[in-house]
């Protein structure tokens, strides 16, 4: 009969294997055990920091709806990073196959059709009246100032496709080298200008004082690597009708999806006749919103012209009633 104390054999060959481990750091296995043997059991408020994710709200206005305000959008930025993730997954493969681009874009997707889908906490999940009024101490703060939105966008696609929608014929062909200048023709820019003048809002002055070094060689680093450069890779056999379709879906989602639910919350809390509302950061969000103004696609081959010609016109007809 086994004495009572006898290891299972599992157990003892893990115990070599981690010997074996720590033996080839010059390490001792006794202390690694120690260690496990004293350490408290972990928690699921220590795991993830709870105690310092709730006190990370900070409101600056006495109105109760400027915290929905402020979770939400950390948590979209929350999405925005779990989106990167994966993209930057794709990018550092070295031997990408379709059905790995499938999974991540797949991914990725998920993501956003939980934004999107969320976005009434926005449009009905805010009190007008306290909106308008706390928003007026966030200036010039506005969430044009995400820069891993603007990351996510240069992650899917090539640089031609995100500048001014007149420029594009001309920067079909560009080079790594017209990187930097092609900054400066970037989409939103134009959408971060004063309405009455036509100059660059602070809003735009403060996001491009901290992010736009790191921007240009996000967009250098990705050059090669962006996802429509790596579908565009891809063999013809690995270009499968699945993965076709749930690109597509990334690009409506991102593209329209998006863009349109903030313009339905813009609508329903910054219209007003005979004047819009000008958005927090000054931005021009009737003309910045909207796709069919922007027309951007990250996957231009994917879609038929006249797919192209109505972008985003369906979306809006369906959930704003007008063009």
């Given at each position: 009969?086994?004495?009572?104390?006898?290891?299972?054999?599992?157990?003892?060959?893990?115990?070599?294997?981690?010997?074996?481990?720590?033996?080839?750091?010059?390490?001792?296995?006794?202390?690694?055990?120690?260690?496990?043997?004293?350490?408290?059991?972990?928690?699921?408020?220590?795991?993830?920091?709870?105690?310092?994710?709730?006190?990370?709200?900070?409101?600056?206005?006495?109105?109760?709806?400027?915290?929905?305000?402020?979770?939400?959008?950390?948590?979209?930025?929350?999405?925005?990073?779990?989106?990167?993730?994966?993209?930057?997954?794709?990018?550092?493969?070295?031997q990408l196959t379709g059905a790995e681009m499938l999974e991540r874009?797949?991914?990725?997707?998920?993501?956003?059709?939980?934004?999107?889908?969320?976005?009434?906490?926005?449009?009905?999940?805010?009190?007008?009246?306290?909106?308008?009024?706390?928003?007026?101490?966030?200036?010039?703060?506005?969430?044009?100032?995400?820069?891993?939105?603007?990351?996510?966008?240069?992650?899917?696609?090539?640089?031609?496709?995100?500048?001014?929608?007149?420029?594009?014929?001309?920067?079909?062909?560009?080079?790594?080298?017209?990187?930097?200048?092609?900054?400066?023709?970037?989409?939103?820019?134009?959408?971060?200008?004063?309405?009455?003048?036509?100059?660059?809002?602070?809003?735009?002055?403060?996001?491009?004082?901290?992010?736009?070094?790191?921007?240009?060689?996000?967009?250098?680093?990705?050059?090669?690597?962006?996802?429509?450069?790596?579908?565009?890779?891809?063999?013809?056999?690995?270009?499968?009708?699945?993965?076709?379709?749930?690109?597509?879906?990334?690009?409506?989602?991102?593209?329209?999806?998006?863009?349109?639910?903030?313009?339905?919350?813009?609508?329903?809390?910054?219209?007003?006749?005979?004047?819009?509302?000008?958005?927090?950061?000054?931005?021009?969000?009737?003309?910045?919103?909207?796709?069919?103004?922007?027309?951007?696609?990250?996957?231009?081959?994917?879609?038929?012209?006249?797919?192209?010609?109505?972008?985003?016109?369906?979306?809006?007809?369906?959930?704003?009633?007008?063009?």
């Amino acid at each position: 009969m086994p004495e009572a104390n006898t290891f299972d054999p599992a157990v003892l060959d893990r115990l070599e294997k981690l010997r074996e481990k720590y033996a080839a750091m010059g390490q001792d296995l006794v202390s690694y055990l120690d260690g496990l043997l004293y350490a408290d059991f972990p928690t699921y408020w220590d795991y993830i920091n709870l105690d310092t994710l709730l006190s990370l709200q900070h409101p600056v206005t006495p109105f109760p709806d400027e915290e929905i305000f402020i979770i939400y959008h950390q948590t979209t930025e929350l999405y925005f990073k779990l989106s990167l993730h994966e993209l930057r997954q794709l990018h550092e493969s070295d031997q990408l196959t379709g059905a790995e681009m499938l999974e991540r874009v797949r991914r990725v997707n998920r993501y956003f059709k939980v934004l999107v889908d969320s976005f009434d906490v926005m449009v009905d999940g805010l009190d007008r009246k306290q909106f308008l009024q706390f928003r007026m101490s966030l200036l010039p703060s506005s969430g044009f100032q995400s820069v891993q939105y603007r990351l996510i966008e240069l992650a899917c696609t090539t640089m031609d496709c995100l500048v001014h929608i007149e420029l594009r014929p001309n920067r079909i062909d560009h080079s790594f080298e017209d990187v930097d200048e092609m900054f400066d023709e970037i989409y939103w820019r134009r959408g971060a200008t004063e309405l009455a003048t036509g100059k660059p809002t602070l809003t735009l002055k403060q996001f491009e004082a901290k992010y736009r070094d790191s921007i240009i060689a996000f967009a250098e680093e990705r050059f090669h690597s962006n996802v429509r450069r790596q579908w565009q890779a891809l063999s013809a056999s690995e270009q499968t009708p699945e993965l076709r379709e749930e690109l597509r879906t990334l690009d409506e989602l991102v593209n329209v999806h998006w863009p349109l639910s903030h313009y339905r919350s813009a609508v329903k809390h910054l219209q007003r006749d005979p004047v819009d509302i000008a958005a927090t950061g000054g931005t021009n969000w009737q003309k910045y919103l909207p796709p069919r103004f922007q027309k951007l696609i990250f996957f231009p081959e994917l879609w038929s012209p006249e797919e192209t010609a109505e972008w985003g016109k369906s979306w809006v007809l369906d959930n704003i009633g007008h063009k």
